[in-house]
């Protein structure tokens, strides 16, 4: 098992930043992906980045320049640096881990959420 604790949502105003962290714990395996994704109020949840444990990165095309993620392997800790802040990214975000095993077998993880409300 796995267990995911995620820290730094908030209220900000537009136009600010935020940063988010997650710390994982348990059974992690070498080969892995963490990211983050987010939920708005009637919405589905969706992809904003991903990043594999050998560094390789993925965003989402509304995020793009404005959000970076990064991870520090030896402390299991990815975190998300969100820049620019629109009203449209206010959502709950989780954090999620993804282990992969030897037979190409994936293994999901989802954190409690935190909130970011980007607001004036």
């Known amino acids: 098992q796995v267990q995911l604790v995620e820290s730094g949502g908030g209220l900000v105003q537009p136009g600010g930043s935020l940063r988010l962290s997650c710390v994982a714990s348990?059974?992690?395996?070498?080969?892995?992906?963490m990211g983050w994704f987010r939920q708005a109020p009637g919405k589905q949840r969706e992809l904003v980045a991903t990043?594999?444990?050998?560094?390789?990165?993925n965003y989402a095309d509304s995020v793009k320049g404005r959000f970076t993620i990064s991870r520090e392997n030896y402390k299991n800790t990815v975190f998300l640096q969100m820049n620019s802040l629109k009203p449209e990214d206010t959502a709950v975000y989780y954090c999620?881990?993804?282990?992969?095993?030897?037979?190409?077998?994936?293994?999901?993880?989802w954190g409690q959420g935190t909130q970011v409300t980007v607001s004036s």
């Open positions: 999620n881990l993804e282990n992969q095993d030897v037979w190409g077998r994936k293994y999901a993880y």
């Open positions: 348990g059974s992690i395996f070498s080969r892995n992906a």
């Open positions: 990043i594999t444990s050998g560094g390789s990165t």
